[in-house]
């Protein structure tokens, strides 16, 4: 059983900058990739940022320069820094990652439950 756990949600104000981590658990045999996905209400969920197991990285444009995502293979662990944030930022923020349970297998997409973050005054 694979998991993901996300933390570092909570309530900030515009300007301010929060920290997202997601660890992920149990039995595998690689990561290939792994991202933060996010969800407003009402709307679909999008890419936010993903990093693959080279360290190449990517953001959605709308987060450039102000978010940067960061993972430690060693822990398969996986960060968020969020600076700068702004009101549309607030959503649901879901941790995702691309791994194989086997050598042989193919890669499946686990999700973490998702953690809210709200920016407000």
């Known amino acids: 059983q694979v998991q993901l756990v996300e933390s570092g949600g909570g309530l900030v104000q515009p300007g301010g900058s929060l920290r997202l981590s997601c660890a992920a658990s149990?039995?595998?045999?690689?990561?290939?990739?792994m991202g933060w996905y996010r969800q407003a209400p009402g709307k679909q969920r999008e890419l936010v940022a993903y990093?693959?197991?080279?360290?190449?990285?990517m953001y959605t444009d709308s987060v450039k320069g102000r978010f940067t995502i960061s993972r430690d293979n060693a822990k398969n662990t996986l960060t968020l820094q969020m600076n700068s944030l702004k009101p549309e930022d607030t959503a649901v923020y879901y941790c995702?990652?691309?791994?194989?349970?086997?050598?042989?297998?193919?890669?499946?997409?686990?999700w973490g439950q998702g953690t809210q973050v709200t920016v407000s005054s």
């Open positions: 990093i693959r197991d080279s360290d190449t990285t």
């Open positions: 149990g039995s595998f045999f690689s990561i290939d990739g």
């Open positions: 995702n990652a691309r791994l194989l349970r086997y050598y042989y297998d193919r890669p499946l997409d686990y």
